[in-house]
């Protein structure tokens, strides 16, 4: 079964930074989109970023302009770099994949297991 593991979350003031990754734990025949959600206590789960096989980027506005998506094909790996951060930012981190096993598959999506950021002074 493919497992989306996840890492990088923890404690971090107002204007810090964090990196979360997004590890693969098998191979797959290929991964179209990646992306980020993330859910604060009492909240419903939230888009946050994606990219795309070929590098297309998206942002929810929230976040625009302080984190930044990347990912490494040949590692199966997604990150998400956040600076700037703020105290609306905590919340758990969870990554997503759309993800094709074999050639002959149909693309599935899969979810991380989640990292917890949280942002405070």
């Known amino acids: 079964q493919v497992q989306l593991v996840e890492s990088g979350g923890g404690l971090v003031q107002p204007g810090g930074s964090l990196t979360l990754s997004c590890a693969v734990s098998?191979?797959?025949?290929?991964?179209?989109?990646m992306g980020w959600y993330r859910q604060a206590p009492g909240q419903q789960r939230e888009w946050v970023a994606h990219i795309t096989s070929s590098g297309s980027i998206n942002y929810a506005d929230s976040v625009k302009g302080r984190f930044t998506i990347s990912r490494d094909n040949a590692k199966n790996t997604v990150y998400l770099q956040m600076n700037s951060l703020k105290p609306e930012d905590t919340a758990v981190y969870y990554c997503?994949?759309?993800?094709?096993?074999?050639?002959?598959?149909?693309?599935?999506?899969?979810w991380g297991q989640g990292t917890q950021v949280t942002v405070s002074s």
């Open positions: 098998r191979n797959i025949f290929s991964i179209n989109a």
């Open positions: 997503n994949a759309d993800i094709t096993l074999y050639i002959t598959a149909r693309p599935q999506h899969y």
